[in-house]
């Protein structure tokens, strides 16, 4: 095993363990190892020697069910790939902090759930929103029961904006790893100019679209020449980007979007790209922030670190 460890956040229900199945498979394809991490709340301090007392039986009684929870994740895991190098974390805290800082050594982190609703995620805050926003390395949002494999396609969605270039890097680099193709869907309603014009029935649109896919493609050519085992398609697509990369992903195994790094409120309200996909997307949905390049030895991240 070699490089930065992917990380999973489990916190004992069914899904976050088998969110640590997938991603020990997508450890192993990488050749790197899997941390696990278990966050438990903070008990509050300066409390009276009665309730003090209680908080550390009560510290103490999880601690041991911490310990355990692990070990039978660990083990669910193990069963799968009994030659991965597995570790374990229990961390005090609040559950996006511990795997924003834990991302900061990590290849990716990733979350299982059922998606955050948007009034939740808006009023009350999301762990995957707040850690996708602000960590320093891909966050994936776990889905469905599918397993990484080398047939299924990963998706890409991809708007010219400095987080779609992170999120064009990072898909390129996974479909590499696992030896699948991928799909480029730039969303681009055809009908909408880019500019204001005062005659918008004399554009020639075919012109407009022509440029706009020798823009795309251009890019595209330039990421494969890195990657030159990875077989790429780019589509043009004239939906909104959520129901496009829909369409694009119901065959595949991994939907990638960049976050323009909004505030919670602001995703949830406005119906983000990333924030759709969280809570309809049956498959994994890789969100990546913008400076945020592939990972593999800590000297890739953000722009800047």
Not at 59 to 85: G, N, Q, T, W
Not at 147 to 173: H, I, W
Not at 259 to 270: I, K, P
């Amino acid at each position: 095993m070699s490089g930065l460890p992917v990380v999973v956040g489990v916190d004992g229900s069914e899904t976050s363990v088998a969110a640590a199945r997938w991603a020990g498979a997508v450890a192993e394809r990488f050749g790197t190892g899997l941390h696990i991490v278990h966050v438990e709340p903070s008990i509050g301090r300066n409390l009276a020697d009665s309730a003090a007392a209680i908080a550390a039986a009560a510290m103490s009684y999880r601690r041991d069910a911490v310990e355990i929870l692990l070990k039978e994740v660990s083990e669910a895991v193990r069963a799968d790939l009994p030659a991965l190098a597995i570790t374990t974390e229990a961390v005090d805290g609040s559950v996006d902090k511990a795997l924003i800082e834990a991302g900061g050594a990590a290849r990716m982190v990733v979350l299982g759930g059922d998606g955050p609703a948007p009034l939740v995620a808006a009023l009350a805050g999301s762990a995957t929103v707040s850690t996708a926003s602000h960590a320093p390395c891909p966050v994936v949002a776990w889905r469905g029961s599918r397993k990484p494999d080398g047939e299924r396609a990963v998706v890409v969605g991809f708007d010219f904006t400095p987080a779609a270039e992170a999120a064009l890097s990072n898909a390129f680099m996974f479909a590499d790893t696992l030896k699948v193709p991928l799909r480029v869907v730039y969303s681009w309603p055809m009908r909408v100019p880019a500019a204001p014009v005062s005659i918008p029935f004399l554009i020639d649109w075919e012109a407009l679209e022509a440029a706009e896919w020798v823009r795309l493609t251009e890019i595209v050519d330039r990421l494969s020449k890195s990657y030159p085992g990875v077989s790429a398609q780019c589509f043009i697509e004239p939906a909104g980007p959520a129901r496009a990369l829909a369409m694009h992903g119901s065959d595949a195994q991994l939907v990638v979007v960049g976050t323009r790094e909004r505030s919670v409120l602001a995703g949830a309200l406005l119906g983000s790209t990333s924030m759709n996909l969280l809570q309809h997307s049956k498959i994994p949905v890789m969100i990546c922030r913008p400076g945020v390049t592939p990972r593999s030895d800590g000297e890739d991240g953000p722009a800047g670190r």
